[in-house]
């Protein structure tokens, strides 16, 4: 059998399976099962697919008819140019959250604080767009801090990234001049509706913190003015119909220039505001 045979075979095998794109994901997975990059698949196609590599691809498609998601299959996803570790414990990094990154990128900081980093992609995107900053990621979860950990490591960002286990503020002191979160917010009723891939496949704690979904930004808003220096920032990714309930909460916490920024596809996508203060005296010690 080659690669060819093989990949037009899963193709409507993923089809029966509901999955989205399954021309797409039977290539990857193939090229993953061969060990070779996704842009050198065409050229390996007519050529005889190893018993080895038949059964990796065997199981993947597999997997995948099981509606697990790709960048779990094949441990890696790509983020801001870069490319992450992934595992069940942390969610999947989205082209979304990227907004957030370029926003946080847009003026200079020395040190930020990532809440509920996951893989880290925000905070070691951010870290690999600021060369001289240093930054802190927390998550409740010890086996995503390893995942993240693992990613510093691979991306050589370890020596200016530390991690630490923490819900919300509850081991962090010191103060930073950027303090970015991609949080929990999903409201509970909202879960039923989430396709397969994520509902029972990506961990429940990084998606949704029950009730109307808001609950992670409450903690946020509190928490936030004792980690952050005058003039610093504070930015939050949201739901797109989520930026006037999460914009309220900041402002009523005290914070300036409150806004709303949108992602590529025009929806609402980051909270933004500031604290009060000199906004020179943001990077002081």
Request: charged share 25%.
């Given at each position: 059998?080659?690669?060819?045979?093989?990949l037009?075979a899963?193709?409507?095998?993923?089809?029966?399976?509901g999955?989205?794109?399954?021309?797409?994901?039977?290539?990857?997975?193939?090229?993953?099962?061969?060990?070779?990059?996704?842009?050198?698949?065409?050229?390996?196609?007519?050529?005889?697919?190893?018993?080895?590599?038949?059964?990796?691809?065997?199981?993947?498609?597999?997997?995948?008819?099981?509606?697990?998601?790709?960048?779990?299959?094949?441990?890696?996803?790509?983020?801001?140019?870069?490319?992450?570790?992934?595992?069940?414990?942390?969610?999947?990094?989205?082209?979304?959250?990227?907004?957030?990154?370029?926003?946080a990128?847009?003026?200079?900081?020395?040190?930020?604080?990532?809440?509920?980093?996951?893989?880290?992609?925000?905070?070691?995107?951010?870290?690999?767009g600021?060369?001289?900053?240093?930054?802190?990621?927390?998550?409740i979860?010890?086996?995503?801090?390893?995942?993240?950990?693992?990613n510093?490591q691979?991306?050589d960002?370890?020596?200016r990234?530390?991690?630490?286990?923490?819900?919300?503020?509850?081991n962090i002191?010191?103060?930073?001049d950027?303090?970015?979160?991609?949080?929990?917010?999903i409201?509970?009723?909202?879960?039923?509706?989430?396709?397969?891939?994520v509902r029972?496949?990506?961990?429940?704690?990084?998606?949704?913190p029950g009730?109307?979904?808001?609950?992670?930004?409450?903690?946020?808003?509190?928490?936030?003015?004792?980690?952050?220096?005058?003039?610093g920032?504070?930015?939050?990714?949201?739901?797109?119909t989520?930026?006037?309930?999460?914009?309220a909460?900041?402002?009523?916490?005290?914070?300036d220039?409150?806004?709303?920024?949108?992602?590529?596809?025009?929806?609402?996508r980051?909270?933004?505001?500031?604290?009060?203060?000199?906004p020179?005296?943001?990077?002081?010690?």
């Amino acid at each position: 059998m080659t690669g060819a045979e093989a990949l037009r075979a899963a193709i409507p095998r993923l089809t029966a399976a509901g999955v989205a794109d399954p021309a797409r994901d039977a290539r990857l997975l193939l090229a993953h099962a061969m060990g070779i990059p996704p842009d050198r698949l065409t050229l390996s196609l007519p050529e005889p697919l190893g018993e080895d590599a038949a059964d990796r691809y065997a199981a993947a498609i597999a997997r995948r008819i099981a509606r697990q998601p790709v960048s779990q299959i094949t441990g890696r996803r790509l983020f801001w140019g870069r490319s992450f570790r992934v595992t069940r414990d942390t969610l999947d990094p989205r082209p979304e959250t990227e907004a957030l990154v370029a926003l946080a990128l847009e003026r200079p900081f020395t040190k930020m604080l990532d809440l509920g980093t996951g893989t880290g992609c925000i905070l070691l995107s951010c870290l690999g767009g600021m060369p001289f900053a240093t930054g802190v990621g927390t998550d409740i979860s010890p086996a995503a801090l390893a995942v993240a950990e693992e990613n510093a490591q691979s991306l050589d960002l370890a020596k200016r990234a530390r991690f630490a286990q923490s819900d919300w503020f509850s081991n962090i002191s010191g103060r930073f001049d950027l303090i970015v979160s991609n949080p929990p917010y999903i409201a509970a009723a909202e879960m039923a509706e989430l396709s397969p891939e994520v509902r029972d496949w990506e961990p429940h704690g990084a998606l949704t913190p029950g009730g109307d979904g808001l609950d992670a930004y409450r903690a946020i808003a509190r928490g936030t003015g004792a980690r952050l220096m005058a003039g610093g920032r504070l930015l939050l990714e949201i739901g797109p119909t989520q930026g006037a309930a999460v914009a309220a909460l900041l402002r009523a916490q005290g914070f300036d220039r409150v806004g709303v920024r949108q992602d590529l596809d025009g929806r609402d996508r980051v909270v933004h505001a500031t604290k009060p203060g000199d906004p020179d005296d943001c990077g002081a010690a």
